[in-house]
Every structure is written in structure tokens, then in C-alpha cells.
């Protein structure tokens, strides 16, 4: 929904209290102009929930409006499974199944941008202020898969999350893990999956 607003990821903007409360970990401080591009990368690559927060606000579309939009293109991709009521996640109300989620993987991935993102393991960048360096949370990229596109995900209620899109044995497949018990179970549930799809 960011993207087909159609930004400038190059301008900067400032991230503010408002984003920073109740976000989350982040390494973003109040105040700090950060460029679209380098938000977008924290929001994709390490789940930076303020991040997320500031590219919601700079959108050009209102905080409901862009509520809104994320619903109507659930409906637009058949996610009959998923509502949306903010816009990172954090929100247990906030709902899909793991269906929905590889659907929307597979339609997101195809985006160049997003891909290329979800795909990067380390990035570095430097705001007026502060230097950052960000590892992407898919433990799938340091592995031998070749990965298309992938999202880590976690609040209480939801568990340990996980979606990867990966390319083995000539296959593309997508797998996800809803609801594991660790950060560390995810990724092992999900290589079962992949491997259990591509034994001859």
C-alpha cells in the first residue's frame, strides 16, 4: 500500500514520539531524520514496528485511509482470511490464516523493491545523527536456499511467525509457520516443510 503511493524513497523525514510510543524495539530516536528508503528497509528486514509507524504517516494517506486500503487489497489478492486494524502487526486483533499469508507473499515478492529488501542480509546506512546497521531476521538468507522474498513476525498472542519464499531443487515454494514456540523453532519447522515438499 507504501509503495503504490508511488514515494520519493530518497526524501527524509522525521521520526517522532508519537511513533517511537508503545513501538517497540528500535534503534530510531525522536527527532532523527531518516530518508523513506532506509524506513522501508527497517520495516522489511528487522520488523522495525517504528519504522513501519513513519512510512503509515508519510504515505499521504490518512492513518484510517490507509487501514482502509490495506483491507481493500487483502480483498483485491482473495485473502478471505485476513483483517487488518493497524498498520505493523502489534495489534492481536489483527488477523489471517497461513493461506492468506502465503498469498500475499507470493503477490508482495513479485514487487522489485520488496523483493530485493526482503532479500538483503545486512544493511548500513547513516542519518545526520547516528550510523545503523540492520541484519534481516529470514535466518534462510545465511543458509544454502536461494530465498525470493520472506517476513519474520512476533507478538504474544501470535507466537513466532514466518514466511519465506525459496527456490530448491528447481521448485519455488513457500512455506509458513504460524504460532511456533521460539524464535528458533520457526526457522526449523519451516526447512522441514521445504525439504518434506521437495523429496522425490
Not at 530518497?10 to 510510543?21: D, G, H, L, P, S
Not at 513501538?23 to 517504528?50: K, P
Amino acid at each position: 500500500v507504501f509503495l503504490e503511493q508511488k514515494p520519493d524513497l530518497e526524501r527524509e523525514t522525521a521520526v517522532t514520539r508519537t511513533e517511537i510510543t508503545g513501538g517497540g524495539h528500535t534503534q530510531l530516536r525522536d527527532g532523527e531524520m531518516v530518508s523513506l528508503d532506509h524506513l522501508l528497509h527497517m520495516s522489511l528486514m528487522c520488523s522495525d514496528n517504528v519504522a513501519t509507524r513513519v512510512l503509515a504517516r508519510e504515505s499521504g494517506l490518512s492513518h484510517d485511509d490507509f487501514i482502509a486500503r490495506m483491507n481493500r487489497k487483502a480483498v483485491e489478492l482473495g485473502l478471505s482470511g485476513t483483517r487488518y486494524f493497524e498498520v505493523t502487526g502489534l495489534d492481536e486483533r489483527n488477523v489471517s490464516t497461513a493461506s492468506d499469508i502465503a498469498r500475499l507473499l507470493h503477490a508482495a515478492a513479485h514487487d522489485p523493491t520488496i523483493q530485493g529488501i526482503t532479500t538483503t542480509r545486512e544493511y548500513e546506512f547513516r542519518s545526520e545523527t547516528r550510523a545503523h546497521a540492520i541484519r534481516n531476521t529470514n535466518r534462510l538468507l545465511y543458509g544454502s536456499y536461494e530465498v525470493l522474498g520472506g517476513k519474520t513476525g512476533f507478538i504474544g498472542e501470535a507466537g513466532y511467525c514466518f514466511a519465506t519464499w525459496v527456490r530448491s531443487q528447481g521448485r519455488d515454494l513457500i512455506a509458513v509457520v504460524l504460532g511456533a514456540p521460539t524464535a528458533a523453532t520457526r526457522f526449523a519447522d519451516a526447512v522441514r516443510l521445504i525439504n518434506k515438499s521437495t523429496v522425490p
